[in-house]
């Protein structure tokens, strides 16, 4: 059932990006007026997204006070200070590599500043997204930071790497779910498989939604004053954990299932709509 919205409860707004905030990669001025205006009243307005911090515009992180990243496992604020950090070290994601490995998957690594991935995994990301159109080229030309590297595995067992997270392309469901079950075996990861046939992987416990619960203890507030956005698998812990979400009109459907409120689609603003309606601006 889903709960009522009190505006005087909410601390901290929680967006998510691809899909929420960002269509491709751009942001809408009407959301970015919407964001300031959220901003302006008060609330920490935060992004809590799967991106790397060096992947996201720097026209985008302007608009938010806080960053929750690589699905929970960096908390910074917009000086630049680390508020949470939970890497997992070399030895550790070679293990989670050996395992997506043998049930077929190809991976980059985000390492909180860069990005390393092989040539397969680029093919593959191509072939899924607009990574190569002129919106997105001009969009990131600022923030682009990636390696690219023949051997991961052998890359990521230098001294002194930190993975922050691990995504993955697979070619099918079963294979993404297979290596979900064996990561979670370990219990050491936390894989979100998404539709798509790929898969996120943090250490044990890191999530958007425990990022959130950091945030919380440095502002001294309790979960109950989190509103959250969001539109696929790897929000729904952060939509859970809120004391209200709102799930995108082009949202998966286990988001629209979980969500208090369903908004507009990303490409009608859907954010700024939400924002507009439910704090009355």
Do not use: W
Request: glycine fraction near 8%; charge should be positive.
């Amino acid at each position: 059932m889903p709960r009522e919205f009190n505006r005087q409860n909410i601390r901290i707004a929680a967006f998510d990006l691809d899909g929420t905030v960002l269509q491709g990669s751009l942001i809408s001025d009407r959301v970015v007026k919407a964001l300031g205006k959220l901003s302006d009243s008060g609330v920490a307005v935060t992004v809590s997204t799967a991106r790397d911090i060096s992947q996201i515009p720097r026209d985008v992180l302007s608009c938010f006070r806080y960053r929750v990243t690589s699905n929970g496992a960096s908390v910074t604020d917009s000086d630049g200070n680390i508020l949470e950090d939970h890497p997992m070290d070399g030895r550790t994601a070679i293990r989670a590599l050996s395992i997506i490995r043998r049930c077929h998957g190809t991976s980059c690594v985000y390492l909180n500043g860069f990005v390393v991935a092989t040539p397969l995994f680029l093919i593959r990301l191509l072939r899924r997204t607009n990574y190569l159109s002129k919106a997105h080229r001009k969009a990131t030309r600022e923030v682009r930071k990636n390696r690219i590297v023949l051997r991961m595995r052998g890359h990521v067992g230098k001294g002194g790497l930190r993975v922050y997270r691990i995504q993955t392309f697979f070619k099918n469901q079963a294979d993404a779910l297979n290596a979900a079950q064996l990561l979670k075996e370990t219990g050491l990861f936390n894989p979100i498989v998404l539709e798509d046939s790929s898969m996120e992987t943090t250490l044990c416990g890191i999530t958007k939604a425990h990022g959130l619960l950091e945030l919380c203890s440095v502002l001294g507030c309790s979960a109950d004053g989190i509103i959250a956005f969001g539109d696929s698998a790897n929000d729904l812990e952060m939509l859970r954990t809120a004391g209200y979400s709102v799930g995108m009109g082009n949202a998966e459907q286990c988001v629209k299932t979980e969500a208090d409120y369903i908004t507009d689609p990303v490409s009608e603003d859907g954010v700024a709509t939400a924002i507009d309606k439910l704090f009355g601006y």
